[in-house]
């Protein structure tokens, strides 16, 4: 089995920042790519970043320029570095991995979310 734990969200100002993680633990033999995903009250899940195993980002153009990606191969952790928050990122952020376990299978697993609110 395999668990994805986020932390870091809470309640920020406009403008401030908050670093979300998300490590992931159990059978795991290799993490492929893993992502930042967000629901916001009354709207579909959305993407916000990405990253490749190989360390290639990709991000929605509502947080260009303000959030970074990252990983950590060693602790098997991605972090979401949200700068410049705004109230229209308030939402709850879920973790999204592809991650191949021990007996080699490859599977999707998402993590139980943690909540970003953004206000005054």
């Known amino acids: 089995q395999v668990q994805l734990m986020e932390s870091g969200g809470g309640l920020v100002q406009p403008g401030g920042s908050l670093r979300l993680s998300c490590a992931a633990s159990g059978s795991i033999f290799m993490i492929n790519a893993m992502s930042w995903y967000r629901q916001a009250p009354e709207k579909e899940r959305e993407l916000v970043a990405s990253i490749t195993s190989g360390a290639t980002t990709n991000y929605a153009d509502s947080v260009k320029g303000r959030f970074t990606i990252s990983r950590d191969n060693a602790k098997n952790t991605v972090y979401l570095q949200m700068n410049s928050l705004k109230p229209e990122d308030t939402a709850v952020y879920y973790c999204?991995?592809?991650?191949?376990?021990?007996?080699?299978?490859?599977?999707?697993?998402w993590g139980q979310g943690t909540q970003v609110t953004v206000s005054s």
């Open positions: 999204f991995a592809h991650i191949q376990g021990t007996d080699m299978v490859s599977r999707y697993y």
